[in-house]
Nanobody
Framework: QVQLVESGGGLVQAGGSLRLSCAASGRTFAMGWFRQVPGKERDFVAAISQGSSITYYADAVKGRFTVSRDNAKNTVYLQMNSLKPEDTGVYYC????????????????????WGQGTQVTVSS
């Protein structure tokens, strides 16, 4: 069965850094990261194409977060620097297993499976 196992979340002070990892079972196409705060919609954070040639970032994290992947390990990473309290939330990785004719990296529907989520809390 398909599994996406996330790790790396935690509690840090503003200005600190965290690195999230998401190990997928088997080969994937695009992979992405989303985050959610209770009572609010799940928001796009970052995404990366199969070959790592294309990356996308939400405006709120651009310049601070970096998404990367290691296809030999079927793993995607999210390096988060200069963290702010507004970065707090549950972070979910998402994997595209089925090829799409048109890929919109920022949409939930572009992905087929989701990780269990990992809590990131940034204190001020």
């Amino acid at each position: 069965q398909v599994q996406l196992v996330e790790s790396g979340g935690g509690l840090v002070q503003a200005g600190g850094s965290l690195r999230l990892s998401c190990a997928a079972s088997g080969r994937t196409f695009a992979m992405g990261w989303f985050r959610q705060v209770p009572g609010k919609e799940r928001d796009f954070v970052a995404a990366i194409s199969q070959g790592s040639s294309i990356t996308y970032y939400a405006d709120a994290v651009k310049g601070r977060f970096t998404v990367s992947r290691d296809n030999a390990k079927n793993t995607v990473y999210l390096q988060m620097n200069s963290l702010k309290p507004e970065d707090t939330g549950v972070y979910y990785c998402a994997a595209q297993y089925r090829r799409r004719a048109v890929v919109v990296y920022t949409r939930n529907g572009s992905y087929d499976y989701w990780g269990q989520g990992t809590q990131v809390t940034v204190s001020s």
